[in-house]
């Protein structure tokens, strides 16, 4: 099998973003783009000469292909071993598990999320590191940095490896072994919850709707939800993986999972919903008749989570990404342990997880997860919401209730202004940085700041340090708001605008009226509709 060097030139805007390259697919498809990125992965990490990896990704439009490609490159980069889901599958959580159970030395990645796929939609690449997580900053900016320099990379010239039978196989020197994507994952989400429990639950009627999204983790909720945990056939919808998720925007929110959410909000709605998204590590919440946002999602599982054999002795602590809202801090203060902010994006936990300062971590975007993997985990959330329900015996409804009677309630949305001009954008966010300095004391919408800033984060663990994470402003009484540009999208920017307002007594409100000065208030501080040209926002969860 010959190997080729292949001379290239370096190819603008490979920056990893929050989550990995995420670009069309039509562009990831022209002649060296994935190749040249996957060459720079390689030099970043100092090769992959005599490594283990892990290879999967959510099945998307371009996944069977670019597999296929990123093993001829592993091959020719001297890999050891690459461990592949079968058929080039494997949810990110399920990866991130595959990574730590099998010591490898790390992973790729193939999904764009949560953003649609087809030949004209996204595709994305991402490499997580030897302890299952996404590969820190420091990481990616060498990878960043290859990008810019690369000259030449290398691939094995050979007919593609069969994925789709199970076993092990040769590339020339470089063992294929292909795994069920789906067991190792099974066995471990029946070592952190009571599933007879669960089974019991399911046993005695309750009813659950699980939408899949079209996306990875129908497998994973069919094997585990049906199967094995005995919930009606038919709990799991949209429950086959299709390269274009059914056409649809595979994003676990109101809006883009309204079939669900209708569904729950109806006469026939069953006890419990639940959806994921692309690659299986966001989640959605929703009882009978109430929605549960993420923050809030987070703030219950964190109070609960001891109720689950895999959390019986506690937490040692709490993570949240900066623009969660501090339900969760209310939690971890009343239970005494850590609570720390990051900067938005799994990355930022990975260290607190490794030194064991914190076991549960969540971001707004319906993101949650522990230390059993890192990586946020979808279904590992919706099976802690069951665990927590069978042993509690109540309603979602009544589990809310509880929790913000105890709590108070944090109450939070995030409005999303999609494909804007960058340049309105940016002129958007240097228009609050400049000002930032005067805002404590101002008063806007009836509102008094009583501090300002931009983000940045120092990490605990390694000293690190990360700037330009988000502008905050803070209000007397406990509201909020934030604003970053997202680091996901593919198109122009997304300008994401969060918004929190706090209240000990009153959980009635609809949290749109609830946080009407909030909102109010942002758009006068950032002239959001004089700026993108929008009356509204295109997402609103
Ligand atoms: C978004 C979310 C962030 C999440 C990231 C990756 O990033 O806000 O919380 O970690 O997506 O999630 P951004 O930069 O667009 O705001 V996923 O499920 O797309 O891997
Ligand atoms: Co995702």
């Known amino acids: 099998m010959e190997r080729l060097t292949i001379t290239t030139t370096p190819i603008e805007g490979q920056k990893p973003g929050t ?28 090769g ?9 990704g959510d099945g998307r439009y371009f996944n069977d292909r670019a597999a296929q490609v990123i093993l001829r490159m592993a091959a020719a980069g001297g890999a050891e071993r ?14 991130s598990n595959l990574i730590r159970q099998r010591g490898a030395d790390g992973g790729v990645i193939m999904s764009a999320s949560h953003n649609p796929g087809g030949p004209d939609e996204d595709f994305g690449v991402k490499f997580n590191m030897s302890n299952g997580g996404p590969a820190p900053e420091d990481v990616t900016a060498r990878m960043f940095e290859a990008t810019k320099t690369l000259t030449e990379y290398h691939i094995v010239q050979t007919h593609d490896v069969d994925l789709d039978t199970l076993g092990e196989s040769q590339m020339g020197d470089m063992i294929v072994e292909v795994v069920d994507p789906v067991a190792d994952y099974a066995t471990l989400m029946a070592d952190l919850f009571d599933f007879d429990a669960i089974k019991a639950l399911f046993a005695g009627g309750f009813t659950m709707c699980f939408d899949a999204m079209h996306a990875i983790t129908g497998p994973y909720a069919t094997a585990i939800l049906e199967d094995t945990l005995g919930a009606a056939p038919g709990t799991v919808i949209n429950a086959v993986p299709s390269p274009d998720f059914g056409g649809g925007h595979p994003d676990p929110n109101p809006i883009w999972a309204k079939t669900l959410m209708d569904l729950m909000m109806g006469n026939a709605a069953p006890d419990f919903g639940a959806a994921s998204d692309g690659d299986g590590d966001r989640n959605m919440i929703v009882g009978k008749g109430c929605y549960v946002t993420p923050s809030d999602s987070l703030a219950v599982l964190a109070a609960n989570a001891h109720l689950a054999p895999g959390y019986k002795d506690g937490l040692a602590g709490v993570a949240r990404s900066m623009p969660t809202s501090g339900a969760v801090d209310r939690v971890a203060e009343k239970l005494g342990i850590g609570s720390y902010e990051t900067p938005t994006g799994w990355k930022f936990f990975g ?17 949650t997860g522990s230390d059993h993997v890192r990586e946020k985990d979808g279904l590992w ?8 329900l069978a042993v509690r015996n109540q309603s979602v409804l009544a589990v809310m209730q509880d929790h913000w009677g105890e709590y108070g309630r944090n109450y939070y949305s995030r409005h999303d202004y999609e494909a804007i001009d960058s340049a309105a954008a940016n002129s958007l966010m240097q228009g609050l940085r400049d000002k930032l300095a005067h805002l404590p004391g101002q008063t806007v919408a009836g509102l008094v700041i009583s501090a300002a800033d931009e983000f940045a984060y120092d990490d605990p663990v390694d000293g690190s340090r990360s ?3 988000g502008i905050r402003i803070l209000f007397e009484g406990g509201a909020r708001v934030v604003m970053r540009l ?12 969060y918004l929190e307002w706090f209240s000990a007594d009153d959980f009635g409100k609809d949290p749109q009226q609830a946080l009407s000065s909030v909102i109010e208030a942002a758009d006068t501080l950032a002239g959001i509709r004089d700026l993108t040209g929008r009356t509204a926002p295109d997402v609103i969860t």
């Open 48 to 56: 992959v000469q005599g490594k283990t990896l892990v290879l999967g």
């Open 19 to 46: 989550s990995g390259l995420r670009k069309k697919t039509r562009i990831f498809m022209q002649p060296h783009y994935l190749e040249n990125f996957v060459q720079a992965i390689w030099n970043g990490i100092g």
């Open 82 to 95: 690459v461990i592949v889901g079968q058929g080039a599958l494997l949810s990110t959580p399920a990866a």
């Open 486 to 497: 997202s680091g996901t999208g593919t198109e122009g920017a997304t300008l994401r605008v």
């Open 351 to 367: 260290n607190l997880l490794d030194a064991g300062r914190a076991t549960l971590c969540g971001e707004e975007s319906a993101g």
């Open 381 to 388: 959330a919706v099976l802690l919401w069951l665990n927590i």
């Open 467 to 469: 700037e330009g994470q």
